[in-house]
């Protein structure tokens, strides 16, 4: 597995990070856990240090699963850990919003630590823009944090070029997670030339766009998941960017590789891109992996583009 320098930090991942959103069952169902602390293992076993959760995920149960299986494997100390705050819970989970206060975040690293069964978070991030944010708020409470040793570097996740400036301002902005893949090129505009200027290592989401660029989808799928109300698997829309992942065949056979691996790749292969997040529910999904061992050849990458955005352009 290529590993690489997580932007200007002094954190050394790998290409593929393993994404545990899948065991939030709002969105994705129950999945068998059994298959996911095997695909962990399996995740370390190919080389693969560098794991994504967040407070949110499961309401806690994913930190916790992530904490369990790490601390049972004997691992902590060889990996990286990246988690998220920002939405705030009360009422058992009747209310919630965004928060960024100090004393908010404080707690909710405090819970994060707990959780994920360790005294320091390599990795922690705001996971998206709060309009009511005091930055200089935020970044006094990150920096206690650095200094008390819970946690090593801070990140941003969804956040735009403007609000990345005014984070820098007040506190060491090391990473952005953004939402990047074939069918979604919005950071390529403005989000993606600031952290090239800037050294900000991306970790971004979504590289198979939800499963749709997995290559096994099929027009007629009905999805029992959070997809089954997602517009991109829905009616001629799907059909359409079916369509389009059929063109891309011949280009991934003649690569030697599966539709997967080439749209992991093809993500990749955007110099802003440090690390690509794969969401894993089984050991199957790492099939995938071989996809950081190369970047796509430049005219490649484009007619793929074009290809994808063509399919895009289908009337739903
Ligand atoms: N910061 C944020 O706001 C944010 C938002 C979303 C996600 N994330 C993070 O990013 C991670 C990945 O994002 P994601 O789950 O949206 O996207 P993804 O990686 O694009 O899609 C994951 C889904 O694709 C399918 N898949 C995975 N590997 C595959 C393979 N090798 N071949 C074929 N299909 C495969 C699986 O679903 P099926 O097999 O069921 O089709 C899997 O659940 C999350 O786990 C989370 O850590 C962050």
Not at 7 to 19: M, P, Q, Y
Not at 96 to 115: I, Q
Not at 192 to 219: M, N, W
Not at 267 to 284: D, E, M, N, W, Y
Request: negative net charge; glycine residues 8%.
């Amino acid at each position: 597995m290529k590993m690489v320098r997580l932007g200007a930090t002094d954190l050394k991942v790998s290409r593929i990070c393993f994404g545990t959103w899948q065991l939030s069952p709002r969105f994705w169902g129950e999945i068998p856990m059994g298959e996911w602390r095997e695909a962990v293992l399996a995740a370390l076993g190919n080389g693969i240090n560098f794991f994504d959760t967040a407070d949110a995920y499961g309401d806690g149960f994913a930190e916790e699963q992530l904490g369990d299986v790490l601390r049972e494997a004997g691992v902590r100390d060889d990996v990286i850990v990246a988690t998220k705050f920002y939405w705030h819970v009360e009422d058992g989970g009747d209310r919630y919003y965004p928060d960024t206060r100090a004393d908010y975040l404080l707690r909710a690293c405090e819970a994060s630590l707990r959780r994920l069964k360790t005294d320091h978070i390599d990795l922690y991030q705001i996971h998206a823009w709060d309009p009511l944010i005091r930055p200089e708020e935020v970044g006094a409470a990150f920096e206690k944090l650095r200094q008390d040793g819970k946690v090593r570097w801070f990140g941003v996740s969804n956040w735009n070029a403007g609000q990345m400036a005014l984070g820098r301002a007040h506190f060491p902005l090391a990473t952005l997670q953004p939402k990047y893949n074939l069918l979604d090129r919005e950071a390529e505009a403005s989000i993606f030339p600031y952290c090239l200027e800037h050294q900000i290592g991306t970790l971004v989401y979504s590289p198979l766009e939800r499963g749709l660029l997995g290559g096994h989808c099929h027009p007629g799928q009905e999805f029992s998941d959070s997809r089954a109300k997602n517009p991109l698997f829905q009616g001629k829309r799907f059909e359409g960017l079916l369509k389009g992942i059929d063109q891309l065949r011949p280009l991934a056979e003649e690569a030697g590789l599966t539709i997967a691996q080439f749209a992991l790749r093809w993500t990749l292969t955007h110099p802003a891109v440090t690390c690509a997040i794969l969401g894993v529910k089984s050991a199957r999904h790492l099939a995938a992996a071989p996809a950081a061992e190369d970047v796509l050849p430049q005219d490649v990458w484009h007619l793929a583009a074009r290809i994808m955005e063509k399919a895009a352009g289908t009337p739903a």
